[in-house]
């Protein structure tokens, strides 16, 4: 099997305060992962790419400092939402590689998490 | 940038019913073309993929042909059942295969009814 697990499944926080999520691939080592933020109703935009042990690639438009991405093991990334404010509601899912054998890369994706800004 | 378009639902149908979601696509080169489910309350799964013009995907009755000249990739079930209901998004990798990040449709929701 292919399992990402995303904790916490939902959080409430208030303006100003941090949150971190944790996105695990709980069954094999992904050399990359990735963060994506849905909202209602709309698609799913990447936000950034996370590859172990080096700096995360931001897309275009995404803050660096205001979504910190840290990804320090083959088995887990975290996206740490700093100075939370309620434009930052969302619901952030992640999804990690696994190399298939002469098949390409499929991507997994966790749960998703909710977060909601008060 | 690359983008994918996808029909906006929510799309009803009876069970048996056949099932066709439209998807399109824009990108530069020759991108991998996947479909994903999300089952309510569950993360999204990969149904099927596509890494070539003219290659068919199917999983469990699921089938779509990567069509490189009207830059296609449609969604189609010859009975659908109730239990296919959930969320249906269209995506593109320029990366073959996921070696990068998926540029996603925004959703198309099916709802089958007894």
């Known amino acids: 099997g292919a399992v990402v697990s995303q904790h916490p499944s939902w959080v409430i926080c208030k303006s100003g305060t941090s949150v971190k999520i944790e996105c695990r691939s709980l069954d094999f080592q992904a050399t990359t992962m990735f963060w994506y933020r849905q909202f209602p109703k709309q698609s799913l935009m990447l936000m950034a790419t996370s590859n172990e042990g080096s700096k995360a690639t931001y897309e275009q438009g995404v803050e660096k400092d205001k979504f910190l991405i840290n990804h320090a093991s083959l088995t887990l990334s975290t996206l740490t939402v700093t100075s939370a404010h309620p434009e930052d509601s969302s619901f952030y899912i992640c999804?990690?590689?696994?190399?298939?054998?002469?098949?390409?890369?499929?991507?997994?994706f966790g749960p998703g998490t909710r977060l909601t800004v008060l | 940038g690359d983008s994918v378009t996808q029909m906006e639902g929510p799309v009803t149908l009876s069970e048996e019913a056949f099932l066709t979601i439209n998807c399109t696509y824009t990108a530069t080169g020759y991108p991998s073309l996947f479909w994903y489910v999300q089952y309510p309350g569950e993360g999204l799964q990969l149904l099927l993929k596509a890494t070539k013009a003219d290659d068919k995907g199917s999983n469990k009755g699921f089938e779509a042909t990567y069509r490189k000249e009207t830059t296609s990739f449609h969604l189609e079930k010859g009975s659908v059942q109730v239990s296919d209901s959930a969320v249906y998004f269209c995506?593109?990798?320029?990366?073959?295969?996921?070696?990068?990040?998926?540029?996603f449709g925004k959703g198309t929701h099916l709802i089958i009814q007894p």
């Open positions: 995506a593109l990798s320029d990366q073959g295969g996921g070696a990068d990040g998926l540029t």
């Open positions: 999804s990690a590689n696994k190399r298939g054998l002469g098949l390409g890369d499929t991507q997994y």
